[in-house]
């Protein structure tokens, strides 16, 4: 969903760090950081692939910040230069080392000395190998090493060179990425921040790596999660992510449940009860996660939006058993309509993969006609790319590209066409969002998020940032939303009751 660019090395100026145990009294500590800094060199990092991602490199850049390493504001500038990488799809991979041999030449020409480093999934699943196909990589850091990252620049730096691969599971890793930037800005913390509560998957999706790159399930405590959400939400957030790569999966082995609540809805419930926080978020769940007290819970904590990313991967109950999901389409629909039946108003966003092998057009079609049936709001749609070591790409009837590639434009056809409507449905309602920051696109306007996902955009001050606040959408288009404040501002304070206006959705 790529909320955010990383923060790591993106902002020019220097972050707020948050970092709950750190030693040093905040004034000393910011005084040795300025010593340092003088002297230390910079870092630049690159994010691949998902929000799990984006959030570990946070951590690092965040760890390297408080070693006194300052963040350089393009790869151009720094002193060293590491890639996070994604292993989801070979496309992935290559755009990692693609891009990494193009700053080691770079580098040869221009500004010899500069230290390389891959981390995250590419670096656990390859390791060595990435050294010795290109000989000018420093640094290899698998996924549960995140934290070891600063030990292993400082020896580089220091002495000769020496190669350092570390990429050993590790326990405990998963309690290590703790520490925040908040987005990088010195004059205003972020009011969203991503917090990492368990690592790995145990689902053995027949054709995923994660279980290779990012190993089997750990949780973190409950305690130690609400600690670091309670930490962000005193400097200012007001809505948290809770991330993991199957968080439907949180302490199932470890948190007995209560009451027919699992330690995920426990977690839940914990997060909830923080005053100050406004919102809670997850991602990604599995559909088979979704017991009745999750669903229940939708309707029950108040914090929780009314949002839920649930990947079908295919609408055919013959490919689901390929993929070993877990669940049949009936079972998938079954939960729509509970969810639904709890929040109405539920965002509801999907990743399908298209072009499993063994994929007939019986089966695509069947696909289309699931995401028809549940309406989607959003879907991420995958071309299916065989992966090293996974069942899958042992399968005799792998589908050729243009096979993949044609469902893929299909697909996408039909998922824009209902976006378009329920979008379009938005038109001339007043909703609720949080407003986050300047948009993407055109920094002179802010975005907020609705409850239920949507981005919106507006043209606001600086008197909107940060604020839970109406909008009216004046227009739709992609996957975004336009909204005018005034028209709100000028309104009766009771919206809701206004006898002309619909009535507010979020
Ligand atoms: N090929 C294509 N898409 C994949 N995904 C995971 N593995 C593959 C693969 N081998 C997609 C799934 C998953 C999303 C994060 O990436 O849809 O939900």
Redesign the pocket.
Known sequence: MGRRSAAGGESPRMPRLIRPSSPFPRARGSLILHALRAVMPSVYIKTYG?QMNERDSEAVSAQLVAKGYTLAPSESTADVVLLNTCS??DMAEQKAINKMQNLIAESRRNRPGVVFGFMGCMAQSRGQRLIDRLPDVDLVVGTQKFHRTAEHLDTLLKGPRRKVVDIGPEEGSQSTIREHLLNGQVSRTAVTAFVSIMQGCNQH?T????PQTRGSERSRTIGDIVAECRELVSRGVREITLLGQIVTSFGRRDIAPVQGRSGFVQLLEAVQDIDGLERIRFT?PHPKGYGDDLVEAYGRLSKLVESAHL?V?SGSDRMLKAMHRGYTREQFLKLIGKLRGVQPGMGITT???VG?PGETDDDFARTLSLVREVDFDMA?I??????HN?P??ALPDQLPRAMREERNQALLEVMNDIAARRYGAFVGRTVEILVEGPSRKNPARLMGRTRCNKIVVFEGGERHRDQVMDVRVTRSGGFTLYGDPAIVNLEPASHAAAPHLPAPIS
């Open positions: 998902c989801i799809r999706c054709f995923c790596i994660v990604s990947p991967q990743d399908i993969i499993f991420f995958f071309k299916y790319s065989p992966r996974t899958a790409a």
